[in-house]
């Protein structure tokens, strides 16, 4: 991104809850990450890696009593960790919007998805209704919604998983958000609606330049739609960088492994589907030194002390790793050729 | 490949199931004949509402179907008693995806494993305390988990190792076809791997027979032997799962394929993507049924539904213009 100042910029996001006697589990530990205008970032986790806890804390969004929230998170330079319910509902729709897995969680089953659409463009844009029921049929338009003006009659329920999602979009870009944050949009989809979503989703960054945090379990979905990708283990970084640096040398063993243990759907056919051994820890249970050591097959004494994330792949491509391997001068080896 | 002559474990021929919908009738499955034979894996794979989870409820007859008929084992298991049926049960057993809603969150994972071996009698009778105590052992071993695991409860485990329970529940009384649905699609990728290791360990050890539902199409072809894919309540292609995946002969097959994200940065560009959603089974376009979201259709397939036909290469399909 050269020297411009990132979009969102986030230093050391920790996120902590009451875990009795005055004690905290970390969900969340250390993460630091920045995206760029115009440029999607994958964040890959296993559930209870801290992926989606992330970005809820960016929204403000966290109402776990008692939650501890501690870093900073820079919006075009604004602090939104700590950031009144006001300005961050103002910032929240209009600069930051936010789709989910489930698009039913942000739609109420009462109204209709064009009623709600005007409703979000109303709230933060001086528009008649007839004003902003254009600008919806016309999002829901780009958003490859068929019949648009009929469709925007319809309550939720009245319309298909694929359809929901792209209202959902659609009311999220209702006010030309610069940051879309999306938590696992297309994971309750079939393959080929995910397709036709995962393609918006570019499209989005092409005809609107909005940034895009995906969040995802899914490295096929990274592969084809992330400029970077950051992996989560057990709520920190293991490794970060660009998608295609990562994919080609991953540097952590936790990120080759998860790549290794997808079965391919071209070439030869393994006999055995390499595997990681065990589970990711509880939260509460996660040990000391590096999180993934239980797991890991080049575990030793180094990593009794948690790694700090050091660069690592090609100099100036912006890869790191929280790993000692590439400092100890044996770093795994390419993947691809 | 063994001869043609062999019968085939579990034979569907024409099995359908309708449900009524107000005044309607929704077509789940719709007239499927297939084969499984000793030993292999199926592959039975769709997107949601396809009727592949239906299809595999009725090879079991956990679903009552509304038309056609099972074999198992060369007998007719929808005419079938209930009596007769529950005599046939151990030889047949279902995984779930759900592994936790699978599992009474209040008994312990012996008990749940214990419950089909007091319901069954073994081949030399009731089972004692010791012999159960035995089998379970054994069945812990098998799956890959600790004995200790017996004393536990099914909140004490993760996903993964749930699953191994549900497992070794299925195994229990030594059936000859298991049938999975979706056992992998819940649980995070380290995970899966775990997992369908297993399944394939297990067949190898013990001969078991899989019909393995999933939607995953790069888990199923690890899995699978052979491949049948389904598009509302029908089998449109069939074949053995490198023919089918590697040279598929069905315009859907070909685009379901496309549109799996591949973990290779650069794989997304060569995608032929699909328009439109699945159609509802209650009103499926008349002809082909795929034909409102076929890249290909000709006039033909708006008037005229194919059949499932031989393309060559052992492979059938149901397309009047088959992929060369």
């Known amino acids: ?337 | 490949m063994t001869g043609a002559a062999e019968a085939p474990l579990l034979e569907a021929r024409d099995l359908s199931k309708h449900y009524r919908v107000g005044r309607q009738v929704l077509r789940a499955v719709d007239g499927v004949s297939l084969a499984v034979r000793a030993g292999e894996t199926l592959g039975l794979v769709g997107e949601s509402g396809c009727g592949k989870s239906t299809l595999g409820r009725c090879l079991l007859r956990l679903a009552e179907p509304s038309g056609g008929t099972v074999a198992f084992e060369g007998t007719d298991i929808t005419r079938m008693s209930e009596r007769a049926l529950r005599r046939m049960r151990p030889r047949m057993q279902m995984v779930f995806q759900d592994s936790y809603a699978a599992l009474n969150p209040r008994r312990r994972i012996g008990d749940l494993v214990a419950e089909p071996l007091r319901v069954h009698p073994g081949p030399d009778g009731r089972r004692g305390r010791d012999g159960i105590a035995a089998r379970l052992a054994e069945l812990v071993r098998l799956v890959g988990l600790p004995e200790t695991a017996l004393q536990r409860y099914p909140h004490e485990f993760s996903g993964g190792q749930r699953q191994r329970i549900n497992i070794a529940r299925a195994l229990a009384l030594s059936p000859a076809l298991v049938v999975a649905d979706e056992p992998v699609s819940a649980l995070d990728v380290s995970i899966q791997a775990q997992i369908v290791n297993l399944f394939m360990d297990l067949q190898a050890r013990l001969g078991l027979t899989y019909v393995f539902i999933a939607h995953d199409l790069s888990v199923v072809r690890q899995i699978a032997t052979r491949v049948a894919v389904m598009y509302l309540g029908a089998v449109v292609e069939l074949g053995g799962a490198d023919a089918v995946l590697h040279a598929p002969a069905h315009p859907y097959t070909a685009a379901l394929i496309s549109a799996v994200p591949e973990p290779v940065v650069g794989a997304a560009s060569r995608r032929t993507l699909l328009t439109g959603d699945v159609p509802s089974p209650i009103a499926p376009p008349p002809g082909c049924r795929f034909h409102t979201r076929c890249p290909v259709v000709q006039a033909r397939c708006r008037t005229e539904p194919p059949v499932l036909r031989d393309v060559g290469g052992g492979q059938q399909a149901a397309c009047h213009f088959p992929l060369g």
């Open chain 1, 1 to 337: 991104m050269g020297s411009e100042a990132p979009l969102l910029e986030v230093r050391d996001l920790t996120i902590a809850l009451p875990a009795g006697r005055g004690g905290w589990t970390r969900i969340v530990e250390g993460v630091s990450f920045s995206i760029g205008a115009g440029e999607i970032l994958g964040l890959v986790g296993e559930s209870g890696s801290g992926k989606s806890m992330t970005a809820l804390a960016l929204m403000g969004l966290i109402d776990a009593p008692g939650a501890r929230i501690t870093g900073s998170a820079r919006y075009r330079g604004q602090e939104l960790i700590g950031l009144d319910r006001r300005r961050m509902r103002a910032l929240r729709g209009a600069e930051i919007a936010m789709i989910f897995q489930d698009p039913m969680t942000a739609m109420t089953p009462v109204h209709t998805i064009g009623w709600q659409i005007d409703e979000q463009i109303r709230a933060h844009r001086r528009l008649s209704r007839a004003g902003a029921r254009a600008r919806t049929v016309q999002l829901l338009s780009e958003m490859g919604v068929p019949d648009p003006e009929r469709a925007a009659g319809r309550y939720p329920h009245q319309l298909s998983g694929g359809l929901r999602q792209r209202a959902m979009i659609a009311m999220a870009l209702s006010c030309d958000p610069s940051l879309l944050i999306a938590d696992e949009p297309t994971t309750a989809l079939d393959v080929t609606v995910q397709a036709q979503i995962l393609d918006l989703l570019r499209r989005l960054r092409r005809d609107h330049g909005s940034a895009v945090l995906l969040i995802t379990h899914d490295m096929g979905v990274v592969a084809e739609t992330c400029d970077r990708t950051m992996v989560l283990y057990a709520g920190t970084v293991a490794e970060r960088g660009p998608t295609a640096a990562l994919f080609a040398r991953p540097a952590h063993p936790y990120t080759a492994g998860l790549l290794d243990s997808i079965p391919p759907l071209r070439g030869a056919r393994p006999a055995r589907l390499p595997q990681i051994a065990g589970a990711p820890p509880n939260p509460a249970e996660r040990p000391d030194g590096c999180p993934f050591q239980p797991r890991c097959a080049f575990g030793h004494d180094a990593c009794g002390v948690r790694p700090a994330l050091v660069a690592c792949g090609a100099p100036g491509d912006g890869q790191a790793v929280a790993c000692v391997l590439p400092s100890e001068g044996r770093p795994l080896p390419a993947r691809l050729a």
